[in-house]
């Protein structure tokens, strides 16, 4: 998973005004939505013991374990414009998404292809 200029700037932004010191932007799916899934994201205390952790353009993300097959090779965005402002992913991995923008439906990737190209 990585993160575009943008996103890496805007959390960044986030962390610093946050209340209380986090460990980094934990992101994860879970299932729910009229397409099945969706992406969360919190600020997280401290690294969980399973969690993948990447950092990427000064940022560390935290991925919980139940969703890193589904976030593998995925991107985070940030768009803002007049009328509002709202994280984006594009994964590669969606196979299809709802007309509201809120849920998704993911398919994990192949974690045997790849075992064997790493």
């Known amino acids: 998973m990585s993160l575009t200029e943008a996103a890496a700037s805007r959390v960044k932004e986030i962390m610093a005004k946050a209340q209380t010191p986090s460990a980094g932007l934990r992101v994860g ?17 401290k690294v969980e013991p399973l969690d993948e952790v990447i950092e990427d353009k000064g940022v560390k993300v935290l991925i919980d ?19 509002g402002s709202s994280f984006t992913f594009h994964n590669p991995n969606e196979t299809s998404s709802c007309g509201c923008g809120e849920s998704v439906a993911i398919t994990p990737a192949d974690a045997a292809g790849l075992e064997a190209t790493a």
Not at 65 to 83: H, Q, S
């Open 65 to 83: 374990p139940k969703a890193v097959l589904f976030l593998l090779g995925a991107e985070m965005d940030f768009k803002a414009d007049r009328l």
């Open 29 to 45: 799916v879970r299932n729910g939505g009229c397409a099945g899934m969706s992406y969360t994201m919190e600020l997280a205390e």
